[in-house]
């Protein structure tokens, strides 16, 4: 497969590059978002209670957590879709009936990248496909 599964124009073209860096940038943040909030618990009540409900921040923080990963999951398969349709050009005929199935899945909510584009929209209706629930306030 050519670098960041760019058809053409090697080190002309970007390809997926920028989707690789937005989701490790993305896995970093929920590295660094994944403490758990009962570590930020202060005492209330004067220093007379030691213990109080982290529960409505945790519900945020995994809230947020979860959208984040649906994002790189859906990098993940647009990377996986157009892998895929760059092998079969390259002549590979070897994927299973469910690889392809899920390519063509893909490929109803984003077409393949055949020359630099914005890919932001891809994800999204990607991550809308995967998680219809994404972005919801259920």
């Known amino acids: 497969l050519p670098p960041f599964l760019q058809p053409i124009d090697t080190g002309m073209s970007i390809g997926f590059m920028g989707a690789q ?8 943040e929920m590295r660094s978002r994944a403490v758990p909030a ?9 220093n007379n209670q030691d213990i109080n409900t982290m529960g409505t921040v945790a519900a945020r923080k995994i809230s947020e957590l979860l959208d984040d990963a649906m994002a790189v999951l859906s990098i993940h398969a647009l990377a996986v ?12 005929k070897g994927f299973a ?14 077409p393949r990248l055949v020359e630099d584009r914005p890919l932001a929209t891809d994800i999204a209706r990607a991550a809308a496909f995967f998680d ?5 306030d259920s």
């Open 21 to 28: 860096v937005t989701a490790s940038a993305l896995v970093a």
């Open 38 to 46: 009962s570590m930020q618990s202060v005492p209330p009540n004067g």
């Open 81 to 92: 879709a157009q892998a895929v349709d760059l092998a079969q050009v390259a002549g590979s």
């Open 97 to 110: 009936p469910t690889t392809l199935e899920f390519v063509q899945r893909v490929r109803s909510i984003s």
């Open 132 to 136: 219809p629930g994404q972005g919801s």
